[in-house]
């Protein structure tokens, strides 16, 4: 371990310093940070297909002296950091980003065409801000290697393939994360917010984010003659019938106390005025927290599709055919309520009760939760570092409506102030864990 340490202050950066205080030495790595992160930023990679991600940090990681597996779960990587007995904890960063076509008008913007599952080229952006979370990782690591004297126990630190896909940490776990490498009794991990003004942070205790799913619902009919419907099931009445009912799902049948949203994305049938096609396609967005909640709106959307197409007189070997797509859903993420409060309480007194704030739960999805869900041997939390400059929060009063959100062409954060933010965050979560007893 001794010769890492040696190798990473060997680089040309500043070395780590320990015995600074923790702010002072996160502000000294920043032009390093930073630099990162905009090569990141101009080098954004589309879920499972991360290659220069984890080539790029593989070896930084290793230089300050993790070991480090890479290919877990196809593109994923795990470093660990063992460092005398204690816990285990994981902290894990996200490293994909999305197919949009980038408008921020940044010098490091990306002008990177990737290819869809389907070899469509695409233009792809790091437009969920995971290359904040990939720097601020890196910051830590930095940090907690530098400062080993000063905590004790097992750091394992992940880099996640496929979190917009909802495919990552399914990968990383279906691939043997809790068998092939040490099985932390705690996770933390952050996504920037555009929610909030940059460096203020978010916890939710409970529920942060949704559980999400797609369904597909191929309502059948019997297609002809514009006009002659009497010899026809039409399936766009019968359809726009269906679309209709399902929010009853929502307004009549859910404890109104229980949020969810169904949104029917996708309504496409037909191909000209006079004819009533044989059949159209509905592409849905299902939202929940509890799972019996999800259950109920999972098997009302197929109660409903059936039902309609009866009422609509449709033969029985044309009933609709409702997929759910197993492989796209993602859970909720459940911040366990003990690990959330404390940390909480912990950025609040460090960080000050004007930097720390609890926010309500988002309809958004994250796999993050797959870590610790249905396991309570595990305790995890997902916070949120606010991205939005200042300026331009105080622009619109903290109207985030009125500003580019997650996933947005436009979206920009306040980098700079987000990595040097989650990294002390971080840190200190990491120290306060793992501390020495
Ligand atoms: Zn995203
Ligand atoms: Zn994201």
Redesign the pocket.
């Known amino acids: 371990m001794k010769r890492f340490l040696l190798l990473a202050a060997s680089l040309t950066l500043p070395s780590p310093a320990a015995a600074a205080p923790l702010s002072d030495a996160i502000h000294a790595d920043m032009p390093q940070l930073m630099a990162l992160y905009r090569d990141l930023h101009a080098h954004p990679e589309l879920s499972m297909q991360e290659i220069r991600t984890p080539a790029l940090l593989a070896p930084q990681l290793r230089k300050l002296g993790f070991v480090v597996t890479e290919h877990v779960g196809k593109t994923g990587a795990v470093a660990v950091m063992k460092n005398g007995p204690g816990p285990v904890l994981m902290l894990r960063a996200?490293m994909d980003a999305l197919p949009v076509k980038e408008n921020t008008g940044l010098p490091f913007a990306s002008t990177v065409i990737g290819k869809l599952r389907d070899g469509t080229p695409t233009p792809v952006m790091h437009a969920?801000?995971?290359d904040t979370h990939l720097a601020s990782f890196m910051g830590t690591a930095r940090r907690l290697a530098a400062m080993k004297d000063q905590w004790s126990g097992t750091l394992v630190m992940l880099l996640q393939s496929g979190?917009?896909t909802g495919e990552g940490a399914k990968a990383m776990l279906d691939d043997g994360l809790y068998t092939r490498f040490p099985k932390p009794g705690t996770v933390f991990a952050f996504?920037d917010s555009a929610m909030l003004p940059a460096g203020v942070i978010g916890v939710t205790p409970g529920y942060t984010t949704a559980n999400v799913d797609s369904v597909d619902i191929l309502v059948r009919g019997v297609g002809g003659h514009g006009a002659v419907p009497q010899a026809t099931k039409d399936p766009i009445v019968l359809a726009s019938r269906i679309v209709l009912t399902l929010q009853t799902l929502i307004s009549r049948e859910k404890n109104p106390l229980d949020p969810a949203v169904v949104t029917v994305g996708s309504f496409q049938g037909g191909t000209k005025n006079n004819v009533i096609p044989d059949d159209v396609k509905l592409q849905l967005t299902v939202r929940s927290y509890k799972p019996e909640v999800r259950k109920l709106l999972l098997d009302g959307i197929a109660r409903i599709a059936r039902g309609e197409a009866i009422a609509a007189g449709v033969p029985d070997d044309r009933m609709p055919v409702v997929t759910v797509l197993a492989n796209q859903a993602t859970p909720a993420t459940f911040n366990t309520e003990k690990l959330a409060n404390h940390a909480l309480d912990l950025f609040k007194s460090h960080f000050g009760a004007d930097r720390t704030t609890i926010l309500p739960p988002l309809m958004v999805g994250?796999d993050v939760g797959r870590y610790w869900l249905d396991d309570p041997s595990v305790e995890g939390t997902l916070f949120w570092v606010g991205g939005v400059p200042r300026a331009k929060w105080d622009a619109v009063g903290g109207d985030t409506t009125k500003l580019p959100s997650?996933h947005s062409a436009l979206w920009a954060p306040d980098a700079e102030t987000v990595i040097a933010t989650a990294t002390e965050a971080m840190t200190i979560a990491a120290l306060d864990t793992l501390k020495k007893s």
């Open positions: 996200d969920c801000g995971h979190e917009e996504h994250e997650l």
